[in-house]
């Protein structure tokens, strides 16, 4: 099955400054790439994605990368703000059988 | 719209005792999940369900049972509990429109925390 291996398990960073957090994929017929956020005790929330026909997605202060020769994907996350600060997760799935498999997780501390 | 709704928020258990976590969701989603997190470990999925009367193992089913007997409910059977299934639960659900799959997006409750003692 797909395996999906993120990076790193922790990032610490200024306000203001940026944050990335990289994932990568192990089954090529994966098209599917969501990012969720979750704030402490929280339920996670989708905050961007992108298809495989796709190399780049942006909304205001994040966007995603995705590079499919090399299966992986970033989560690139500018002027970084206390309010930023959460687990992030990564997730990749394929239209056959729909299921997300996601990654450990990002704890993205910012501090003011 | 209440979108999904987890009951309990929190239980404590004793090992070997049973209980049923409940999941509902009013959107009409045809896909439900019941994923556990664990500190550093992520989201790992539990079992599935594409559909009312179909259900298939996530990953970590050992020790759980699901059912789907309508769109909206699919509760999560914990059967003689143990330390090892203390967690953190989330219900999920998508919507899936087409075989080609396309976004899915998953909405989740907001948890259930589980102690097993």
């Known amino acids: 099955g797909e395996n999906v291996e993120q990076h790193p398990s922790t990032l610490s960073v200024q306000e203001g400054d940026s944050a990335v957090i990289k994932c990568t994929y192990s089954?090529?017929?994966?098209?599917?790439f969501p990012w969720y956020k979750q704030e402490l005790g929280k339920r996670p929330q989708l905050i961007i994605d992108i298809r495989s026909n796709v190399g780049e997605k942006k909304d205001q202060r994040i966007a995603v990368t995705l590079n499919k020769t090399a299966k992986h994907f970033s989560l690139h996350i500018t002027e970084t703000q206390p309010e930023d600060s959460a687990v992030y997760f990564c997730a990749a799935s394929k239209g056959g059988s729909y299921i997300p498999t996601f990654g450990r997780g990002t704890s993205l501390i910012v501090h003011p | 719209n209440a979108g999904v709704t987890q009951t309990p928020k929190f239980r404590i258990l004793k090992i070997g005792q049973s209980m049923t976590l409940q999941c509902a969701q009013d959107m009409n989603h045809n896909y439900m999940y019941w994923y556990r997190q664990d500190p550093g470990m992520g989201l790992k999925l539990i079992y599935y369900s594409v559909g009312a009367g179909i259900t298939d193992k996530g990953e970590v089913p050992n020790g759980y049972n699901v059912s789907r007997s309508t769109t909206e409910d699919f509760p999560l059977r914990l059967e003689l509990a143990a330390p090892s299934q203390t967690s953190v639960y989330f219900c999920?659900?998508?919507?899936?429109?087409?075989?080609?799959?396309?976004?899915?997006?998953?909405?989740f409750g907001a948890g259930s925390r589980l102690t097993v003692l």
């Open positions: 999920a659900s998508s919507l899936r429109t087409g075989p080609s799959g396309g976004a899915n997006v998953l909405t």
């Open positions: 089954d090529s017929a994966s098209n599917y």
